[in-house]
């Protein structure tokens, strides 16, 4: 059986588009980030530590574990923790260019693989009254960096480069091609 170590309805949907069983076992860790991580780094070790919280409930078990962090500069953008924080993070954004981290842990049994996938995206200018609609629409508030680009949050970006996925919150060509290796 394969886990998705995630609560991420993203993550989720990603999965069962691409046609994968598998079933959603939440983690629940502290995702405090680190100061002496740099963002990809940051984003694997939240993966990690996802994915190794659901392993020690089900060893027998594929676990996915993955976390995405939005980084401009040198400043790691979460989840916001709540509105005006949203604003925040979209004020810092809005008509400049960041970086998208999505890391992912895979383990089963005594072996894992970890990676992490980037992006580049360019933000609109946008302003204060396009931020506070978009907030008020509650889609940034569970969001790295507070938009989503797969929605509505699509309208606040000019440009990207890299998978589309990966902004997303899972590289999932990436992981079809490591989870070969698990089965």
């Not at 939005?70 to 979209?90: C, S």
């Not at 981290?101 to 049994?109: C, F």
């Amino acid at each position: 059986m394969i886990i998705l170590a995630s609560k991420s309805p993203r993550r989720a949907k990603l999965l069962k588009d691409a046609g994968i069983d598998f079933k959603i076992v939440p983690s629940h860790i502290d995702e405090t980030f680190s100061e002496t991580l740099d963002p990809g780094e940051q984003a694997v070790e939240l993966a990690k530590r996802k994915a190794l919280a659901v392993f020690e409930k089900y060893p027998n078990d594929v676990i996915i574990g993955a976390d995405t962090i939005v980084y401009h500069k040198n400043e790691m953008l979460g989840q916001p923790v709540d509105e005006e924080d949203a604003y925040r993070m979209l004020k810092l954004i809005s008509g400049k260019s960041h970086v998208v981290y999505t890391g992912v842990a895979i383990i089963k049994g005594d072996h894992m693989k970890t990676f992490c996938a980037q992006a580049d995206v360019n933000m609109r200018k946008l302003s204060d009254l396009e931020i506070r609609k978009y907030i008020e629409s509650k889609e940034p508030m569970d969001k790295a960096g507070a938009y989503a680009i797969q929605n509505e949050g699509l309208s606040l970006v000019e440009s990207y480069d890299g998978d589309f996925f990966t902004i997303v919150g899972l590289p999932l060509k990436q992981l079809i091609q490591e989870l070969k290796a698990f089965q």
